[in-house]
């Protein structure tokens, strides 16, 4: 299943459910482009998210989680992705890992 950036959507009641992705925020960026939220100098919860949907209109987060300081654009970090179930959630971790694949070559 394919994603798409969102800036629009609807994350409401999307939440974690163990699915992670080990990325820098560099990469990220490169094939996602700038983050829908961008504020990383570590005075909240989150610094940087983007936020998705998948084909079937499923809202996703993927976002950094209490670093609680600014994160280096070359430094792996985990990152959440966030859905409404834990069904969705791998579904959009794996169009996440796809999608960054397919960027790599």
């Known amino acids: 299943m394919n994603i ?3 800036d629009q959507a609807r994350s409401g009641g999307t939440s974690f459910h163990g699915n992670v992705l080990l990325e820098t925020p ?4 490169a ?18 998210e983007w936020l998705f949907e998948l ?4 809202p996703i987060t ?3 989680w209490k670093y609680y300081r600014p994160i ?3 430094e792996v970090i ?3 992705v966030g859905a409404h179930n834990g069904a969705i959630a791998s579904v959009a971790e794996e169009a996440i890992r796809s999608t960054l694949f ?4």
């Open 4 to 6: 798409k950036k969102n």
């Open 26 to 29: 560099r990469n990220l960026k």
């Open 31 to 48: 094939v996602f482009g700038k983050p829908t939220y961008d504020h990383n100098d570590g005075s909240d919860k989150t610094n940087l």
């Open 55 to 58: 084909e079937d209109g499923s």
């Open 62 to 64: 993927l976002y950094d």
């Open 72 to 74: 280096g654009d070359d």
């Open 78 to 80: 985990e990152w959440h």
């Open 102 to 105: 397919a960027h790599e070559g």
